[in-house]
């Protein structure tokens, strides 16, 4: 990965054949429509929609964006056919190996090629669909990084929170969940009685997308990651009104404040959870000051939904990773493999596999696991597998689960944890910010490791003497 240029990495992908065309989708429902049915199905190409009834030819939209383990795979500089814990182990030696280099200003980048202010700002001459049949309007904020400043530090903040558009083109709504970083950045000028400056980028390479959306830790710079992962510094302008950091490579970038108490409806919009949660709320303003955009700007979507979709499969990998990272942090052994599973948006369900060395170690792992930073936002199920188990295979895990596990002994419930109103199944009413969890041993009982009956499948070493001789007869894995 050599750039941080968006059109560049589009050249790659259709190099790649992994990216569809379409001309002429109408941003009120039917290119929504079109993305809602591509997600179905992972590894379909990314769109790029173009010609869009009403608006100007080349202003476009892409979505389905990384929604391909390919995608994902070759978005991070790794071979086209990496696997899925392939990627779950890239991350896991970034997370180990990288430095933090902090990003370098420039005095100008293609971001600037065309610059609104004030009375001039019209969010509304973008395409910006209304990405589901319900939504309570259009949301210009899907694959998006909303940037903050901590007001007692210089930790920037990159995370991507949903932002509503209205029809007056010179505001937005933000939405950002409970104990998310924006959240606790944003109060915290509030609680002075001051604006929290804010900047918004909605078209980008999708490197920022990935890293925007993962768990950095509190207090670490998104930009100073990506720069560690690149080996170089991300080149940024300073907000002419916010003097906050933009990516000079950014499609489309606006700036602004959200002032206390500046509130408006926003919602109900589709979330990542696969249901219309979050209801219609009373939301913060981002009043926009200033609007950046490139020549035929692509505004750039991560389309939450029933999963998979945009918005869970690759924050899989990543959040595997750091859970893998926290388990062993803690000072556990015998790791060998994590899955957040994409039907559960990479947070409902964990499987962890495990060598067991000692009794009681699954049932340590599936506790700190469902527990840990990584693992506990919005969590429901944890499940602890034996080595032999792919987590990344449900079937191996639900076989494990049919046949290594007693209900009377292996389950157990823990209530009061942290989830998010976006939750279904959370509570309490009128709050909806806890939910229950359960973690799941399916390894062999410890008490029967060396009586436990003996798997009905080749061996490892039968099956490289089978695949060296018949690889001509055998399908591709």
Known sequence: MNSLDLRDWLAQMEHAGDLQRVAGARREDEIGGIVDIYQRRMGRPTVLFDDIPGFRRGYRVLANILTSRKRAALTLGLPANSTDLDLVRFWRKYLTDAKAVPPAFVNTGPVQENVQ?????????????????FDGGPYIGTGCIVIMQDPDSDWIN???????????????ALMVSKGKHGDIIMRRYHQRGQPCPVAVVVGMHPIFLVVGGIEIPYGIGEYDAIGGFLGGAVPVIKGPRTGLPIPTHAEIAFEGTITPGDLIKEGPFGEWTGYYAGGVRNLPVVRID???????PILTGAVPAVPPCDDTYWRGHFRSAAVWGQIEGAGVPGVKGVWAHEAGGSRFWLTIAIEQMYPGHAKQVGLIASQCHAGAYANHYTVVVDEDIDPANMEEVIWAMCTRVDPREDLDVIKGCWSTALDPMSY?????????????????????????PRVARSTKEMDAQIRAKWAHVLPEE
């Open 428 to 452: 309490p009413e009128g709050e909806r910010s806890l939910n229950a969890r359960v973690v799941i041993d399916a390894c062999r009982p410890w008490t029967k490791r060396d009586t436990f």
């Open 290 to 296: 200033t609007l950046m955009y490139r020549n035929d």
């Open 158 to 172: 990159l995370g991507t929170y949903r932002l509503q558009a209205y029809d007056d083109g010179h505001i937005a």
């Open 117 to 133: 202010s004030g009375t001039d700002v019209n969010l509304c001459q973008f395409p910006t669909p209304k990405w589901h049949e």
